[in-house]
């Protein structure tokens, strides 16, 4: 890969303070269903969780904390982490106004392991994630070294095909591999097009033998891998609802896959 930006980080948490404000606000994330109740989790990451009750989770790149309170909700003990100041902020709130228990914590993912020091059965990390990080081994690398022996990773995220694809998802325009940093300039945010906010992101595609052979090197075992022909979320241009939180690109059909799924253990030396 290309050498990394300097400012990458910087960039990278200006425009996601800036993403905050408005998706806390947004009908995407439907802060006041969250409220009432309504569990924020999808259907392969719940497969893969299942029971959690007074498991210690560590939740890495937590944005505002629905995920996390969700996770709370359901009995677990729950650390949430975000390099967003405007994020953790809003989590906070958010806490506050559910009447839900959780920690937030200030920090790059890189840096997790200097804030917190707890050991955790489960690190829990999904959807958009680690595009943001331009050394998996590292991010591996601090996924051992957080969790206990034989406490288990639960990863869903995009798959790396869906970021080959152009800003308006209709043709290949970037490679499958990490060959050089992405650069975008944009406009709204995918929570709210209409948002009035202008950013610029540096993000790193990782392609899935890069994801599987940094978490083996680290120390982890897999124990499961699915992709998935559907997104949970309308969270890219040109998707349609094909059933309950399933959503596809209506001008690929089923032909691409979107999501992927790991589930995994540290051993136990």
């Not at 990458?8 to 606000?25: P, S, T, V």
């Not at 947004?26 to 959690?52: C, H, M, Q, T, W």
């Not at 953790?88 to 709130?93: D, M, Q």
């Amino acid at each position: 890969m290309n050498s990394v930006p300097d400012d990458y980080l910087q960039k990278n948490k200006e425009a996601w303070n800036q993403k905050a404000m408005y998706h806390f606000d947004s009908e995407f994330y439907d802060v006041p269903g969250f409220l009432n109740g309504k569990n924020s989790l999808r259907e392969i990451e719940l497969a893969l969780l299942g029971e959690i009750k007074d498991k210690s989770i560590l939740h890495l790149q937590c944005h505002f904390g629905q995920d996390s309170l969700s996770l709370s909700r359901m009995g677990a003990k729950v650390t949430g982490v975000d390099f967003s100041e405007n994020a953790i902020e809003y989590a906070r709130i958010l806490a506050r106004e559910a009447g839900v228990e959780a920690t937030f914590v200030l920090t790059d993912v890189y840096q997790t392991p200097d804030f917190i020091s707890e050991k955790f059965d489960i690190i829990f990390t999904t959807y958009g994630t680690i595009g943001w990080l331009p050394d998996l081994g590292r991010w591996a690398d601090v996924i051992a070294a957080m969790l206990k022996p034989g406490g288990k990773l639960i990863f869903v995220e995009f798959h790396p095909v869906v970021w080959m694809l152009d800003s308006k998802f209709r043709e290949i325009h970037y490679s499958y591999f990490n060959e050089t940093p992405i650069k975008e300039l944009e406009k709204g945010t995918y929570a709210d097009e209409s948002a009035p906010i202008e950013t610029e992101t540096i993000s790193f595609n990782h392609s899935l033998s890069d994801v599987i052979n940094s978490l083996i090197q680290s120390g982890m075992h897999i124990d499961q891998m699915n992709e998935y022909a559907y997104s949970p979320y309308p969270c890219f241009p040109g998707m349609i609802e094909t059933g309950p939180d399933r959503y596809i690109f209506e001008h690929f059909g089923t032909k691409l896959p979107l999501v992927y799924a790991i589930l995994a253990h540290r051993t136990e030396s």
